[in-house]
């Protein structure tokens, strides 16, 4: 697939200039387009405040310091010409018909006439913004509708119209998914699309039933978050990030434009939402809005606005005996099935709002889309939901909620009543075969189940699983044959930290791959690749003296890596999202990497009053060469903002891969293993690194007492800093020599245990499993 040599991007606003910054990410050059400056010298000033405020964003938005770079500012009176040297032309002005078709008529002017064209609206018909395109232009023309912020949404929707080329669509299907990481849904030209529109029901549902249930902005946040698998912003929080005069913009819009809609009410705003906004109450961007930050420092707070008084209040924190209970059920389908069972306030809230959920989306079947798949993915992958509506329906019990709700005296959507007729049990079901993973999807149009597509590229680890089983398995990670010669060695254990299962899992594919594969990749998908070693465990054996246990048990990861990088055969590490201390040495230790470019690795051990055990110390004296960045990068606990940032810092290698979209990457890791495989030659035996002894000593801890009289770290930092400076100087050896692997990992474990038996080192620990955060003690 070819890159375009140049992308353009009309409007640098909020989501031009993220969409800008995102090429860039891709590697893609960008001329990013605004109104020219009212005055001042530099006319291209509001394109450059838009690249600016993309790279100062946070999350940012550009993968490096240097990406920007790769954008060029403009403005539509002086620059407008130069958008012929463009492949590819995103409009993303605002939401205003008279104003798109305005600005079309000049990109049309100058575009090349082979250049693709794509509006980012996110919601007005594009039959109406194309109305007076001349008909080759209409054939390059489709909605490119990108979420909020970018780079880190995984939805995109793309709305072909009539008249757009097959070759077109294609194209932007492809370079979408693969080269910016996204995951395409095809959407019908209908208002909102997709996502939008079920989203926006979703959130007027939620404010609906919150005021008849008189339920705090807390009480909802607990409800609607993480407990019923949706992100943690969970739904007020999420409208303070959103922005309310947004919300209530696209709601009352969309309200407009489905007049047959028999929901459409709660579409528009309500009350406490029109009155906040009378206020200048808008979210984040104005200060306050659901939530507001008082104070600083320790006596920094979060405040909750009460809907009634508009008073804020001390955020409370919220219980309630089904929610409570619900938490210690670990499997999605059965704590959601207890919820919508409890008798209690909180149970009725999440019935009435699950229900109307699942029920609107099967009533939007085939008005916005033929096939429920695209509206599940639309919801996974634009708004964060575990679940899309139809897979939610599937978990909390296809037959039992449909009865329910028709036992209520509800209306069953005709689609779901079919359903019923032909005792179907639910929206999807396995259809594995040949040691294959197959999955049918009920097709409504054909009132039978119809087989979903394949997507290649893309392999579900679950899925596998499913289809043939596993080679070995413990509670905390499995083997899995990817097929072609390859076994995959999954973690799963609670955030994927590491403990005695873990090495043990990784020790038997080193012996099974030995013996029956060509090649190893080490990948997972969980919600991080790994938060490095299971504390809780290092802890107890620290308070319980258990210094013997906790010796062996370092020396064994230890050597697990060192049997990783010396293997026989290639072997893969597939890292993304948080990669931290012991899964940054996992990976550091493997012959290649294939990471996701949305990861955020490091040697965070300071951070629990420790230093890297497993061999991290070592391979950054390699990799870097110099003793002073390794006790900065380590020291300071730096991790990087993306894979490309990892690169920056060593942490991957020049010659490892990076995958834009995650759902790529464990094919990506398998075919570079691959890659590898034939004539493939482990390093040689008998390496040896060069330390610097006293006198590197002597400047670390120079560095480290000049930060300690800076006030930048504390007296118990400079205690670890003094035993990793230790560490990486060689034990302080009277001058510099080379010493082996062996040696350095024998100064890291000892240095290791000696702090884990400090009180100090224990709080934050303690502390760490307690809050998530760490301790400045």
Not at 144 to 157: G, K, M, Q
Not at 410 to 433: I, K
Request: proline share 4%; net charge negative; aromatic share 8%.
């Amino acid at each position: 697939m070819k890159n375009p040599r140049q992308a353009g991007v009309i409007g640098a606003g909020t989501m031009g200039s993220r969409i800008a910054a995102h090429f860039a990410n891709a590697g893609i050059p960008v001329l990013l387009l605004d109104l020219p400056a009212a005055a001042g010298p530099d006319r291209s000033a509001p394109a450059r405040k838009g690249i600016d405020a993309a790279a100062k964003a946070r999350p940012g938005g550009m993968f490096t310091a240097t990406t920007a770079a790769l954008i060029t500012p403009g403005n539509f009176e002086d620059d407008m010409a130069r958008l012929a040297a463009c492949d590819w032309i995103v409009e993303a002005v605002t939401e205003n018909l008279d104003i798109k078709r305005g600005i079309w008529s000049r990109i049309l002017e100058h575009a090349s006439p082979a250049a693709i064209l794509s509006t980012n609206t996110s919601g007005i018909p594009l039959a109406q913004i194309a109305a007076e395109f001349p008909a080759e232009a209409r054939s390059r023309f489709l909605g490119t509708h990108f979420f909020n912020p970018p780079r880190y949404l995984h939805l995109v929707e793309l709305i072909p119209t009539p008249d757009t080329g097959a070759a077109v669509i294609e194209y932007v299907s492809q370079f979408c998914d693969v080269r910016l990481g996204k995951g395409v849904v095809m959407c019908k030209d209908t208002p909102n699309f997709i996502a939008n529109r079920i989203g926006s029901f979703f959130g007027g549902t939620t404010a609906k039933y919150a005021l008849e249930g008189g339920f705090t902005v807390e009480e909802v946040d607990a409800l609607t978050g993480g407990l019923i698998g949706l992100p943690n912003s969970a739904s007020f929080r999420l409208l303070d990030i959103v922005g309310l005069d947004v919300w209530a913009f696209v709601g009352t819009n969309l309200h407009a434009l489905v007049p047959h809609d028999a929901w459409r009410e709660r579409f528009l705003p309500p009350p406490f939402l029109e009155e906040m906004m009378r206020r200048g109450w808008l979210g984040e961007k104005s200060g306050q809005g659901f939530y507001r930050r008082v104070g600083k420092g320790e006596e920094k707070k979060i405040e909750a606005i009460d809907l009634n008084t508009f008073e804020y209040h001390a955020a409370a924190k919220v219980t309630m005996a089904s929610m409570e209970a619900a938490r210690n059920i670990a499997d999605l389908p059965a704590r959601l099935r207890a919820l919508v069972a409890a008798k209690d306030r909180a149970g009725e809230f999440l019935w009435k709002l699950l229900s109307d959920h699942v029920v609107y989306a099967a009533e939007r079947v085939p008005e916005i889309s033929d096939r429920i798949v695209e509206i599940d993915r639309a919801m996974r992958w634009g708004y964060a939901h575990t679940y899309g509506p139809f897979e939610l329906w599937d978990a909390l019990g296809f037959l039992d909620t449909a009865r329910r709700i028709e036992a209520e005296g509800r209306a069953l959507p005709e689609l779901a009543q079919r359903m019923l007729t032909a005792g179907v049990q639910g929206f999807y079901r396995s259809a594995d075969r040949n040691g294959g993973p197959h999955t049918e999807y009920f097709d409504f149009g054909a009132s039978q189940f119809a087989e979903m597509e394949t997507r290649p590229g893309v392999t579900v680890l679950s899925d596998v699983k499913r289809a043939r089983g596993v080679i070995a398995s413990n509670p905390g990670g499995s083997l899995i044959d990817l097929g072609d010669g390859v076994v995959c060695a999954e973690f799963h254990s609670k955030l994927n930290s590491i403990g005695e299962d873990t090495v043990r899992i990784l020790h038997a594919g080193l012996e099974e791959t030995a013996r029956n594969h060509r090649a190893m990749v080490i990948a997972n998908q969980g919600g991080d690749f790994c938060v490095g070693a299971n504390l809780m465990m290092v802890l107890m054996a620290a308070q319980n003296e258990e210094w013997d246990e906790l010796n062996a048990a370092v020396s064994r990861f230890q050597n697990v890596c060192m049997a990783l990088k010396y293997a026989p055969f290639p072997v893969v590490a597939a890292p993304f999202a948080r990669t931290l201390g012991g899964g940054t040495e996992i990976t550091l230790h493997a012959a290649r990497v294939q990471a996701s470019a949305e990861l955020y690795m490091g040697l965070t051990e300071v951070g629990v009053g420790v230093v890297p055990a497993g061999g991290g110390c070592k391979e950054m004296l390699l990799r870097l060469g110099d003793a002073r960045k390794a006790f900065e990068l380590i020291g300071m606990a730096k991790v990087s903002t993306s894979a490309e940032n990892a690169r920056e810092l060593r942490l991957l290698h020049k010659a490892d891969g990076v995958s834009m979209n995650q759902e790529r990457l464990i094919d990506d890791a398998k075919q570079l293993a691959l890659d590898l495989a034939p004539g493939y030659e482990a390093p040689a035996a008998g390496l040896t690194v060069p330390v610097g002894g006293d006198a590197a000593f002597a400047l670390m801890k120079m560095g480290a007492w000049l930060m300690r009289q800076g006030g930048y770290i504390t007296d118990y930092d400079m205690v670890v800093a003094e035993k990793l400076a230790f560490v990486l100087s060689g034990g302080r050896l009277t001058a510099a020599q080379a010493v082996s692997e062996q040696y350095l990992l024998d100064l890291e474990r000892e240095a290791f245990l000696s702090l884990c038996g400090d009180a100090r080192t224990q709080a934050r620990m303690q502390h760490m499993l307690k809050t998530g955060k760490a301790l400045r003690n």
